[in-house]
């Protein structure tokens, strides 16, 4: 299994660029997460989902969107790309909810908006 | 608010020795505590996890404890070693409304050799 793969591993955007962070996950897990890093700083949560068709916001969910219309798949999109969303994003995915659940995380794209 | 708090500080220690951070959490009582490990330029990596009527737990030269009274979790690694060199980040399921894990801003541990 390849667990969690994102892509693209680097990115610059310009200001009011748009791009779609991907996230794929291979080992059948309903749950799913995107999360943002800045440097020194704990992960904060942008959006989740518990399963296809199902999404919902995190703790930081402005300026981006998500859809999940596969179990495998739960891409991240970035509208009008703004200075304050240059971070590191980190896909995650879980096989459960619940205070058990531990959760896997991709190698993270790192994302410059200049 | 609910919040988590790691020691920001970066932890030096010498080979060999036993390294001991801290997790400490507020206005929350958590059925269950987890620790990860985080390499630079890498996502975290699930290590323990911890229940609250589980005073303590054990795994290889990992031991974590659990104080809900105190509400801080203490990660230790024994025989520490360069390769245990990274950031720990601790992660409690917080929000009951959310349904999801709040990490804490993680400890980086310098093993010298």
């Known amino acids: 299994n390849a667990g969690v793969t994102q892509t693209p591993k680097f990115r610059i955007l310009k200001i009011g660029q748009s791009m779609t962070l991907q996230c794929t996950q291979d080992?059948?897990?309903?749950?799913m997460y995107w999360y943002r890093q800045d440097p020194g700083m704990g992960l904060k949560l942008i959006y989740y989902?518990?399963?296809?068709?199902?999404?919902d916001k995190g703790e930081v969910p402005n300026g981006y969107n998500v859809s999940r219309s596969t179990t495998e798949d739960f891409p991240l999109r970035l509208e009008l790309a703004a200075p304050s969303q240059t971070s590191v994003y980190f896909c995650?995915?879980?096989?459960?909810?619940?205070?058990?659940?531990?959760?896997?995380f991709g190698p993270g794209t790192r994302l410059l908006v200049l | 608010s609910q919040k988590i708090e790691q020691n920001s500080e970066a932890l030096n220690i010498q080979e060999g020795k036993t390294a001991t951070l801290t997790c400490n959490y507020t206005?929350?009582?958590?059925?269950?505590l987890q620790w990860y490990r985080q390499d630079p330029g890498r996502g975290p990596v699930f290590l323990l996890l911890?229940?609250?009527?589980?005073k303590e737990k054990r795994k290889e030269r990992l031991k974590v404890t659990f104080d809900t009274t105190l509400k801080q979790s203490l990660f230790h690694i024994t025989a520490s070693q360069p390769a245990d060199s990274a950031t720990y980040l601790c992660?409690?399921?917080?929000?009951?409304?959310?349904?999801?894990?709040?990490f804490g801003s993680g400890t980086r541990l310098q093993v010298q050799p």
């Open positions: 992660a409690l399921y917080m929000d009951m409304g959310r349904r999801a894990l709040t």
């Open positions: 080992m059948n897990h309903n749950y």
């Open positions: 911890i229940r609250e009527n589980e």
């Open positions: 206005n929350y009582s958590p059925a269950y």
């Open positions: 989902s518990v399963g296809a068709g199902i999404t």
């Open positions: 995650a995915s879980s096989p459960t909810r619940g205070e058990q659940e531990t959760q896997y």
